[in-house]
């Protein structure tokens, strides 16, 4: 079996933080050589570099997420600029446009309690510029997108995007899409959650992805998979909710392959390119 690649998640989550030795043994065991973990605001930043000068296996990612766009310092790009120049083979992200947050997200949200919540112009200035920050040293990117594809798509088409591509991170939008994101240099992650039946939809969208522009993510703690994909588990949230153990990467390619219709061992060492190629050292 070639190694595996978790192209997005985030082991510097507090809910992470109890089971994090643990989850790194059960990652070396189950042959993970490779893991991007994103940052989302300049809080966890310092958190996402210790883990990455703990752990070689781990491709630290510096970004500043649409959900945290509207609690920024005046400061933060210079800050961003900072962590970057640090750590030159860091990639850039979590980034990205989110109209949920905007128009189907509940007020009392607790994922969202004390975030300012961006108009999707302001959010697009932030990611703008952190989209220009990143194509100009081809850094690997990664970017959020939800219930807004034709407004990424509007702003992809108009701008540059680093010479090594980016990563549509969970790939949510319509099957139609994938190819004009592809011929823009989009990579696009397979999560284990879309193996839900009622996201059939976005299985059909990843039958269409081109082979070479495929990986396979977790988005740990968040994502879970459901109960007859899920491979290891971690204590349920206060509220009762699951909480998604990275390890789960594992079930993310078995569906895949499923979806894909090839052997496991075939679309692991594609994934396993796939991923090189993106997120290698600049």
Request: hydrophobic fraction near 45%.
């Amino acid at each position: 079996m070639p190694p595996l690649y978790d192209a997005h998640n985030h082991l510097q989550d507090e809910w992470l933080l109890p089971h994090r030795a643990g989850i790194a043994a059960t990652l070396a065991h189950l042959g993970v050589r490779g893991a991007v973990v994103n940052g989302t605001c300049e809080t966890d930043w310092p958190t996402v570099a210790a883990l990455a000068a703990e752990h070689a296996w781990i491709k630290p990612s510096f970004g500043l997420h649409p959900w945290d766009a509207g609690n920024r310092t005046p400061d933060w790009l210079e800050r961003l600029r900072a962590q970057l120049a640090a750590h030159p083979h860091a990639a850039v992200g979590e980034i990205g446009l989110d109209r949920w947050i905007l128009d189907s997200a509940k007020p009392d949200d607790p994922r969202l309690a004390g975030l300012r919540r961006a108009p999707l112009e302001e959010q697009g200035e932030v990611f703008l510029k952190q989209l220009a920050l990143a194509t100009s040293e081809d850094r690997p990117v990664t970017i959020h997108c939800l219930q807004a594809y034709g407004a990424l798509d509007g702003v992809l088409r108009h701008v540059n995007t680093p010479p090594r591509g980016f990563l549509l991170h969970a790939y949510g939008g319509p099957a139609e899409m994938v190819a004009g994101f592809a011929a823009r240099g989009a990579y696009f992650s397979f999560n284990g959650a879309f193996l839900e039946e009622r996201h059939r939809a976005k299985r059909e969208a990843f039958r269409l992805v081109p082979a070479d522009r495929l990986l396979v993510e977790t988005d740990a703690p968040a994502m879970p998979l459901p109960a007859a994909w899920e491979r290891h588990a971690l204590p349920a949230a206060p509220d009762g909710s699951r909480i998604n153990h990275p390890g789960n990467l594992v079930g993310a390619y078995a569906g895949l392959a499923q979806i894909r219709g090839v052997p496991l061992e075939e679309l692991a060492a594609q994934v396993a390119e796939n991923y090189a190629r993106l997120f290698g050292p600049l």
